[in-house]
């Protein structure tokens, strides 16, 4: 009886070979338990941890045959040649290779603490904003917010003393009341219902857009369908 070894294969795309005119197409043999049992997914570290995360008992518990592996990452993963099945990425939706599918929308409004306003006294006009130094590392979404409050050539200024690469770690400069920041209310829910954020005006701004996407030639893959369906459903 022919024996077979239970591993999968990820498609890598045509590779080139020494002394062959013409790429190959390759593939890369999985050792992660059962290929089609194990679904991988990369996201931006907020994401991950504020939104996707607190929602991912759900999946598993209508797929309790899969299990999850979330990389937690801000670079954009090469779906033909990393071991990742699915993506959350950031920007217009158009990326060759790859079906996308919109979430949501990227929204952000200036957030700062209760002991920050208290101190900082009356931030009554999005004007007044610029009266404080800012806590941020995405310049051009509090010129797209100024602009939405239409509030003409905003000369914000901002703090030097801290950089971030993540709402993440703003939120918590923010929480421990260093300052004014942007950041996208969906992810800290909790923060705010419970006073630890105040968002300092219901006026919200937009900048892209929150996609799911994967490869197109996996687009049928049961596992891939699966979380597509309910990711779509939770949105």
């Known amino acids: 009886m022919e024996q077979k070894l239970p591993l999968g294969y990820e498609d890598i795309g045509p590779q080139a070979l020494k002394n062959i005119v013409r790429p190959v197409k390759a593939y890369r043999v999985s050792l992660r338990r059962g290929a089609e049992t194990v679904l991988s ?41 990393e071991p990742f099945d699915v993506g959350i990425r ?20 200036p957030f700062c603490s209760p002991a920050f306003l208290e101190a900082a006294g009356e931030i009554r006009v999005p004007s007044d ?10 310049d051009d979404w509090w010129l797209d917010w100024f602009n939405a409050a239409g509030v003409d050539s905003p000369k914000p200024s901002f703090s ?38 105040v968002q300092l005006f219901d006026l919200t701004g937009r900048h892209g857009k929150f996609w799911l996407v994967y490869s197109e030639t996996r687009q049928n893959s049961r596992k891939i369908v699966a979380f597509r369906d309910w990711l779509l459903g939770e949105v």
Not at 99 to 107: F, T, V
Not at 129 to 138: E, G, I, N, T
Not at 173 to 194: D, K, N, R, W, Y
């Open 41 to 81: 997914i990369t996201a931006t570290s907020t994401f991950s941890s504020n939104w996707l995360v607190p929602r991912l008992g759900g999946f598993r518990n209508a797929n309790p045959d899969l299990d999850i592996e979330l990389k937690a990452m801000s670079r954009v993963v090469d779906f033909s040649r």
């Open 90 to 109: 950031e920007g217009h939706g158009k990326w060759p290779g790859l079906k996308a599918h919109p979430l949501m929308d990227r929204e952000f409004a």
């Open 129 to 138: 904003v610029l009266k404080h130094p800012l806590l941020d590392w995405r």
């Open 160 to 197: 030097q003393n801290f950089q971030f690469d993540t709402q993440l770690a703003i939120s918590q400069a923010v929480i421990s009341g260093q300052g004014i920041a942007l950041l996208t209310p969906m992810f800290f829910q909790t923060e705010i219902q419970s006073g630890r954020l």
